[in-house]
């Protein structure tokens, strides 16, 4: 895992040489071990280095072959293939790295026939010397984060996290309204927008080619496929599904460091942990999972007890308040873009703790977005239901009876669920999913906004997205959709980009086995009563796992590790909130209004609403405006 960052402007237009140094200070992070820089015509490429294949000086980057510079993030796993394939074309290596079997492609296949060959999780920026072009990619479920900003006359500055490109001073810091408002609903901003008006998130599985002092071309070299042929047999489907998580995994278990696995006590971490063991032995394996005792949804006895059946070598923090505390503050002071999502905290904390033992992680990231494994998926049948009562009749009655019922502190709890359905009945079939998963309710927002933020988005819909992601998808059956839309939107640019900065931020890599190729491709051919059986998600990875783990671990319903913050922004974390959410600083940065924002403290500490969500999106981009704006 690395840092990129770098540049092309035209020959007329300087730089000072300290810009790229600033933007790879950003980074330093990402890859602890080195850096560097290549210069070309009117071109600057940028590089920070985490080594785990090929460590040492051999590995530097950025890497040149022939015609082609490249400064590289991520991995190719089949590169072993890949070199063997190259050196029938007499291509000779002079390192171990995947760096130079990815350069050395290039300048054998090029791009388009590279990007067809390579498996693995990447961004990575290209020049191409004859042509003056460069190419900007992220990998085909978007494991890897990339950035970039077109500059005034001519030009385009990219970078693996935005504060890099804020270190260029061609990029602006003005904020895109429209962005701020799908922020808050969504609980992140989903690609390609940021919160930037200047700058913008490739799209998973895409590339962008910019020439002649502009982008010529930006769209998807791969997408996720549609089901054509099912699997409807459970017998096959066990026999196929189980085999491609195999063959996920053991890609994932090469490095030449120390590999573990983050182990949470749910079905997904424990299909890799269950895999890994089949192929290297349980001797060979360590898992890693955060206790907090407790919490509503600490799962570290389960895990325990998965790593215990499973033979692994397992490694568990218990957590204190004062840990999470110290923890979540650190958390909001140095994310790159505002995240909302709550669990960023313990995955930080998960991280740190790794690190100290391995370089790398794997993860069951994937799984619940592929394999139908989220309660929404159910809850998208039962509002099928709900929409035979008549609108009026629901808003006059059924929502009021709803907003009545008894106020709970624990984590997910009933009403708090059951209010965030009926919210969601008010949006369409497929936007009303992130009003149940994401954080502040669009109605809400009315008032929160300043006017300058809130008119500047008039006219403009929160979900379009959604609608752009599911326009050219051909599938028919809702589930299908629905999973294709949850990996397109929630995964790559909620979870796995939590995932990735929390983990990059300790120096950790962090692979996604369930995201393979052969997982993916054989996730989608399931039929999905194969993948959802009545209420139960995740049921043909249930029937695998059962000759594998006690029925008991395998039949517990989905848990989420989260942070109590219900309780604590009434209690250890209200100081945290009068703070900085003080309303002068709060009018300061002219996003939010501070009287709104009061009322929602009030209403939260009196136990009239449950506004976690909100108050933690807040607090994230509190933290955020007052570091880079």
Not at 298 to 316: F, N
């Amino acid at each position: 895992m690395c840092g990129i960052a770098g540049w092309v402007l035209p020959e007329s237009r300087s730089v000072a040489d300290s810009t790229i140094d600033k933007m790879l200070e950003r980074l330093a992070h990402r890859g602890p071990d080195d850096t560097g820089v290549w210069r070309g015509n009117g071109v600057v490429l940028g590089h920070t280095r985490l080594s785990i294949i090929g460590p040492g000086p051999d590995g530097r980057q950025p890497m040149r072959s022939g015609n082609w510079v490249v400064t590289f993030n991520g991995e190719l796993y089949n590169y072993r293939y890949l070199k063997q394939a190259l050196q029938k074309y007499r291509r000779t290596f002079n390192t171990r790295t995947d760096t130079e079997v990815l350069v050395s492609a290039l300048d054998e296949w090029g791009l388009e026939e590279t990007l067809q060959r390579a498996d693995g999780m990447f961004a990575f920026a290209a020049w191409h010397i004859p042509s003056n072009c460069l190419f900007l990619v992220r990998d085909r479920m978007g494991e890897k984060p990339l950035y970039y900003a077109p500059i005034s006359g001519g030009g385009i500055v990219f970078g693996s996290e935005l504060p890099a490109l804020l270190a260029h001073p061609g990029v602006g810091t003005e904020l895109d309204s429209l962005a701020v408002r799908q922020y808050f609903v969504f609980d992140y901003v989903p690609s390609p927008r940021t919160i930037l008006n200047s700058a913008r998130a490739l799209r998973p599985g895409y590339r962008l080619e910019f020439r002649d002092g502009g982008i010529q071309r930006n769209a998807p070299f791969w997408q996720l496929p549609a089901p054509i042929e099912r699997i409807t047999r459970s017998d096959e489907a066990k026999s196929i599904l189980w085999e491609a998580i195999r063959t996920g995994v053991r890609s994932r278990l090469i490095a030449d460091v120390p590999v573990g696995i983050t182990l949470s006590g749910g079905l997904d971490s424990a299909a890799v942990t269950a895999a890994a063991c089949e192929l290297v032995g349980a001797s060979k394996v360590s898992t890693f999972t955060l206790g907090f005792p407790g919490a509503d949804t600490d799962e570290s006895a389960h895990a325990a007890a998965v790593a215990k059946h499973l033979g692994t070598s397992h490694h568990v923090e218990t957590l204190t308040s004062d840990t999470v505390h110290q923890a979540l503050i650190d958390t909001l002071r140095c994310m790159p873009e505002p995240h909302a999502d709550s669990s960023f905290v313990p995955m930080m904390l998960l991280a740190r703790m790794a690190k100290e033992q391995v370089g790398v992680v794997l993860s069951g990231d994937g799984g619940d977005e592929l394999l139908l494994g989220y309660p929404t998926f159910y809850a998208h049948r039962m509002a099928k239901g709900f929409e035979k009562v008549p609108t009026r009749l629901r808003r006059r009655f059924l929502t009021p009876l709803v907003r009545q019922l008894p106020r709970s502190d624990s984590a997910w709890s009933f009403d708090y669920r059951l209010n965030r359905f009926i919210d969601g009945l008010e949006h369409g079939p497929y936007e009303r999913h992130f009003v149940w998963i994401g954080g502040t309710r669009p109605g809400v927002l009315d008032d929160l906004l300043e006017p300058a933020i809130a008119n500047a988005a008039m006219g403009q819909n929160v979900f379009d997205i959604v609608g752009q992601v599911l326009r050219d998808y051909p599938a028919a059956n809702p589930l299908d959709r629905l999973a294709y839309m949850y990996a397109q939107i929630y995964l790559a640019d909620g979870v796995l980009q939590k995932v990735d900065r929390a983990t990059m931020r300790h120096g950790l890599e962090s692979r996604a086995p369930l995201l393979s190729e052969a997982v993916v491709t054989t996730a989608v051919r399931l039929s999905p009563e194969l993948r959802m059986r009545g209420t139960v998600g995740k049921a043909i990875l249930r029937d695998i796992l059962r000759s594998k783990l006690p029925n008991g671990l395998v039949d517990r319903p989905k848990h989420g590790f989260s942070v109590p913050l219900t309780r604590w922004f009434k209690g250890p974390l209200s100081g945290l909130l009068d703070d900085v959410l003080h309303p002068v600083r709060v009018r300061k940065q002219g996003v939010v209004k501070p009287e709104v924002v009061e009322r929602l403290i009030k209403e939260h500490r009196a136990g009239f609403r449950d506004h976690q969500k909100s108050l933690f999106a807040l607090l994230a981009l509190q933290f955020w405006l007052e570091r880079y704006r």
